[in-house]
């Protein structure tokens, strides 16, 4: 046997016992014991007649299989075990009978000499505490078996690592996780930071780059990694999905990406809207020289994220992780034809592996919104996309006089547009300077907002708004869309004079934002939506009613495309602290994304593995729910929705909104006051160009930061210079912090203020907040910040 085998050989369990036994007598002897769940060296020595299984009765498919590779049958029926495997078992525990003795003669000679385990051991409080911790821990463990079981591996990887020379370390399999998620999260510093200190502790930074280069996780551009995403999905268990597909601004610059031989950062070139991968490879400088010269760089980086569905079958109540499937660079010259073609080759890959997907999510580019209404048959059939011939097209029945629904019976993919940009979007429409809104004899306008910022009667405490909130230079604000549409705010327009067409405006802003993005909000609930969604969404509803899709399906906060900004994001995050860059290549972003990838890949093991050599990740206290399903809706609840009554309620209550704004003679003259003459009006317009609301360049979409939903956002504005007086007519004080007594350990953190002339405590944090009224704000870019602060 190999002298180089690991020490504590006894001590092995699962994934490191069958790589000990592997590398020692091969895998059909790991096939053996894995069937009987001998999982560890002393259930091994313990239960040493593993072949009498093979002369029982049993017709399971994988013990048959094992049978027919390890045993002869004779013309009796019995089975004699092959003669080679025989001598691989004896010689494997003979081997752990040497190994045992050696152990036992060891600690033969250490008892032998009082001195050290006994003085020795006293002289040393390290070892006296480490031995009371065992003992500890030894007896909680039986109990419970994932107690410290990390802190155990670590402890005994350094003592283990220290007896040795530096070029005969060893790592086991949870610890190599470890450093790779440290490395990672800390960056190369803190990892070499720790390891340096910590001797023995972790592997070199070349071991992890190797491990990092050979797993699954590699991506390359242009790649689509369908086999790696089913792979994913089956250990997931899952068979559903939906996909999104975004683009983010880049530094413009060519890198040589030697893992494959290619330049990265030009953009990509297409086939049937599918980038051709590896497109640029030369070994000729001089065509080098002409791409450089004749080809402008890629000034955006397209991703296609999937989001897995979970199904009744899954266990697991987190929601899976977002799985990276492409990344390229590319140009401005996609069209919606480009998109279309794109998906339908991702719809039939994926379905190949046996993963539906179910739809597909953008933000509210145009090219994107043509192309999402073409297949959805909204502006009439596509010539190339008959999906009403595609034998997994969703079919639904629906009843003839619903004329208030537009989509096909049959449709073969569903499409949101995504509720944070759809939010915005209609922000942005009232901030807007070309646009004049109105409805019915009232008017829609950001100066009543204005009024109210600056009316004396009302400080920050009662509308919680600032300048920045209504600056139509920021148009991916979603945040102060949170606060266009509380409840303070309502309170004040609806009692003020001539504002409630705003006011009208803001709610279905507000509903919008309940629909889509809220987790709490429920199925039976009204959804009033815009455009696309709300019909989407209703077919969604009608194939988990026919029993086409698992109720799971109607997890609506995760179908958007915020996955794509939420990787853009964690990849400007992992510059060092040394380093003030944010932006990135291609190149940059393949190498970042393919170790948020191989991240994401070690939590998900980590989520889904029954062993108890789990690592534990920390999770910031405003994201700890994030991932929880908060879906509970059974098939049962569900099946007892009345789709009519609920649009007819929806309906209803629209109509209610109007009372009062003048609109129903107009309503009634063009005979639409009803239902069913409304909807049969001309309802979309090929012309998808909103004026000042969109753009024809991508990339102005391409930094809509979703934390501002997980409410990471700050105000730190200029300040203003107040008096002790402070005037409001907010009586509740609940969610900033303004409160009658303090502690006296904590009072330091106080003003003492009067507030409509009663005393109160306002903290310093909340006093910076109400005297901001602009946010400031610096371009990631670091020349442009410099000559902004210079200014």
Not at 212 to 219: A, E, G, Y
Not at 429 to 455: F, K, M, W, Y
Not at 588 to 595: E, G, S, T
Request: proline share 3%; charged share 20%; hydrophobic share 35%.
């Amino acid at each position: 046997m190999d002298d180089r085998l690991p020490d504590n050989v006894f001590s092995l369990k699962n994934d490191d016992f069958y790589e000990f036994i592997q590398v020692l007598v091969g895998q059909q002897m790991v096939d053996i014991l894995k069937f009987q769940s001998i999982t560890s060296t002393q259930s091994l020595i313990r239960n040493p007649n593993i072949f009498e299984i093979f002369n029982m009765n049993c017709s399971e498919s994988s013990f048959l299989m094992i049978r027919e590779r390890s045993c002869f049958q004779l013309d009796n029926g019995t089975f004699i075990v092959k003669i080679g495997l025989i001598n691989n078992l004896n010689c494997l525990l003979e081997f752990l009978k040497q190994q045992q003795q050696k152990q036992i003669k060891t600690s033969s000679n250490a008892d032998s000499n009082p001195s050290l385990s006994f003085d020795f051991i006293n002289k040393y409080p390290l070892l006296k505490k480490l031995i009371i911790w065992y003992q500890r821990v030894s007896n909680e463990n039986e109990a419970d078996e994932n107690n410290d079981i990390f802190l155990k591996h670590f402890i005994d990887t350094i003592t283990d690592n220290l007896t040795k020379s530096k070029n005969n370390f060893r790592y086991s399999n949870l610890i190599k996780n470890f450093a790779l998620s440290l490395y990672i999260l800390g960056g190369k510093l803190t990892y070499e930071y720790l390891r340096l200190n910590l001797p023995g502790s972790l592997p070199h930074l070349s071991l992890l780059n190797s491990l990092i280069s050979s797993s699954d996780s590699r991506i390359s551009e242009g790649e689509f990694r369908f086999d790696q995403l089913q792979k994913h999905f089956d250990s997931l268990n899952v068979q559903y999905a939906f996909g999104s597909e975004d683009c983010t601004g880049i530094v413009k610059r060519i890198k040589y990406d030697s893992t494959t031989n290619t330049f990265t950062g030009f953009p990509s070139l297409f086939d049937r809207g599918v980038p051709i991968k590896s497109y640029y490879q030369t070994d000729s400088f001089d065509a080098l020289k002409s791409w450089f010269n004749s080809i402008d760089k890629a000034s955006l980086l397209n991703v296609h994220m999937i989001q897995p569905v979970q199904s009744t079958s899954t266990d697991n109540s987190s929601i899976p992780s977002p799985y990276l499937l492409s990344v390229y660079g590319i140009g401005n010259t996609a069209t919606a034809n480009d998109i279309l073609q794109r998906w339908w080759y991702i719809f039939n890959q994926s379905l190949q592996r046996n993963i539906r997907i179910i739809g597909f999510s953008t933000d509210t580019d145009p090219k994107y919104l043509r192309a999402m209404r073409l297949m959805s048959g909204f502006l009439g059939a596509h010539p190339n996309f008959q999906v009403h011939q595609h034998p997994q097209a969703f079919q639904i029945k629906i009843r003839s006089h619903w004329s208030w629904f537009y989509l096909r019976e049959q449709q073969l993919l569903l499409f949101f547009q995504d509720p944070t940009h759809l939010v915005t979007k209609w922000r942005n429409r009232l901030l807007s300077v070309t646009a004049e809104l109105c409805l019915g004899n009232q008017s829609i306008s950001i100066n009543h907002l204005h009024d109210i910022i600056e009316n004396d009667n009302y400080s920050k405490l009662d509308h919680g708004l600032t300048k920045s909130d209504i600056n139509p230079k920021d148009r991916q604000n979603f945040s102060s869309c949170l606060k266009l549409t509380s409840n303070d705010l309502f309170n004040i327009l609806n009692a003020t004079a001539d504002t409630c067409g705003t006011l009208l405006y803001f709610q279905v802003l507000k509903m919008i934002i309940v629909a889509y993005i809220e987790k709490t909000t429920t199925i039976v609930e009204i959804y009033l939506s815009v455009e696309i969604n709300a019909h989407n969404l209703l077919y969604l509803i009608l194939l988990v009613k026919q029993k086409q899709l698992p109720p799971q399906a109607l997890n609506i906060p995760i179908f958007n495309s915020q996955a794509c900004k939420s990787i853009f994001r964690n990849t400007r995050a992992l510059s060092g602290i040394y380093s003030t860059i944010v932006n990135f290549t291609v190149h940059d972003f393949l190498r970042c994304a393919q170790r948020l990838s191989l991240l994401n890949d070690i939590k998900c093991k980590q989520l889904h593995n029954g062993s108890a050599d789990k690592i534990v990740f920390p999770s910031h206290y405003k994201h700890r729910v994030e991932r929880q399903s908060s879906f509970t809706h059974s098939q049962l609840e569900i099946d007892e929705i009345d789709i009519e009554q609920v649009i007819t309620d929806a309906y209803h209550h629209a109509v209610g909104m109007l009372e009062g704004l003048d609109i129903f003679n107009l309503l009634e003259k063009k005979h639409v006051l009803e239902l069913k003459p409304l909807n049969d009006e001309v309802f979309e317009s090929d012309d998808d160009n909103d004026g000042d609301d969109t753009t024809n360049d991508l990339s102005m979409n391409e930094d809509n930061d979703d934390s501002s939903i997980n409410n990471d956002y700050t105000d730190e504005d200029e300040q203003n210079n107040t008096q002790d007086l402070i005037n409001t007519t907010k009586k509740d004080f609940s969610g900033v912090k303004v409160v009658d007594q303090v502690e006296p350990h904590i009072e330091h953190t106080y003003f003492k203020a009067k507030l409509n002339h009663d005393t109160k405590f306002l903290h310093k944090q909340t006093a910076c907040w109400l005297l901001t009224e602009e946010k400031s704000t610096l371009s990631n870019d670091r020349l442009l910040r410099v000559q902004q602060v210079n200014k």
